[in-house]
């Protein structure tokens, strides 16, 4: 199965899709160009905004008051989209403030409304990085260390196990996830090969298989429960970063990339459309997105 280009976004390090139900938009965020992007499927339109510091992740919040996004300074902020103004709120919570060399990196929302959110080390170096888990009311717990760029986080269609990624390890880790939060049972999930590149961005659709970006690998990769490889999405483009499903019936998959480090234009292993958002049709649903704060 192979991707197809549905808007030449042009971004330096595309990343963090989330599709919105109330905007009938995929938004995602482009961290190295400080901008926000959204692709509305009705009719076709890709929209940037720039922002005053470069977000890592958007999610909707409960409250219907617009998104929280985590910015490169390991803030969390609100961001408010009233028609086409963009606005940015103040800080709802700061993490890692001993850590500053490190940055956000991914986040998702689970049904209870948490937040999942990643840190790493911005220069990709050292495993400073570390994951942790932010309550309903702003509260922060560090459940999990020792990250150097950490991915992913996706969660089971019956909410009980976390899959959380180290890319420069090549290893996705499967946790045991409580009704209360509490994490258990940390197990290497998958283990990427050399060929494979780098596991990236991920999300699970309703069958409970993991879709997972390669980056350096040029697709995405459909894993059974059971870790063993079910399919492969194909893209013209080395750096393929995320993926989510959406659209109204969630059954479409987009997935951003990144024009960085991409071979160059002009050169005979060039990539016209690295930093551009793909889709495909894979005949399976994703699951609705979650929404920070309480449900």
């Known amino acids: 199965m192979d991707a197809h280009c ?11 899709p989330v599709w919105s139900p109330s905007r009938n938009a995929l938004f995602a965020v482009d961290i190295r160009g400080s901008r926000l992007l959204r692709y509305s499927p009705a009719d076709g339109r890709g929209r940037d905004w720039p922002l005053e510091e470069a977000a890592c992740w958007l999610v909707e919040r ?41 940055r956000l990196n991914d986040a998702m929302a689970d049904t209870a409304g948490r937040l999942w959110v990643g840190s790493m080390d911005d220069a990709e170096q050292d495993a400073l990085g570390a994951l942790y888990r932010v309550e309903p009311d702003g509260s922060p717990a560090r459940v999990d260390e020792g990250y150097t760029v950490s991915n992913g986080p996706a969660l089971s269609p019956d909410g009980r196990t976390l899959y959380h990624t180290d890319s420069p390890s090549r290893t996705v880790f499967a946790f045991t996830l409580a009704a209360d939060g509490t994490l258990s049972g940390k197990r290497v999930h998958l283990r990427f ?30 894993f059974r429960p059971d870790g063993t490889l079910d399919r492969v999405v ?9 993926c989510a499903f959406g659209g109204p019936g969630l059954d479409q998959l987009f997935i951003t990339t990144a024009a960085q480090d991409a071979p160059a234009q002009g050169t005979p292993t060039g990539e016209p459309l690295a930093g551009g958002l793909f889709a495909c049709t894979p005949g399976v649903v994703g699951l609705a997105p979650g929404r920070f704060g309480a449900p």
């Open 6 to 16: 549905v808007w030449e976004a042009g971004a330096r390090l595309g990343e963090g």
């Open 62 to 102: 409960a409250d219907g008051a617009g998104f929280v996004a985590g910015l490169r300074s390991r803030r969390l902020v609100g961001l408010t989209l009233d028609g086409d103004r963009l606005s940015m709120g103040p800080e709802l919570l700061r993490l890692e403030e001993d850590t500053p060399g490190n």
């Open 193 to 222: 090969g050399e060929e494979d590149g780098y596991p990236d961005g991920m999300t699970c659709d309703a069958e409970g298989h993991l879709w997972v970006a390669h980056w350096s690998g040029g697709r995405v990769s459909r």
């Open 234 to 242: 194909r893209l013209p483009v080395s750096n393929v970063t995320s």
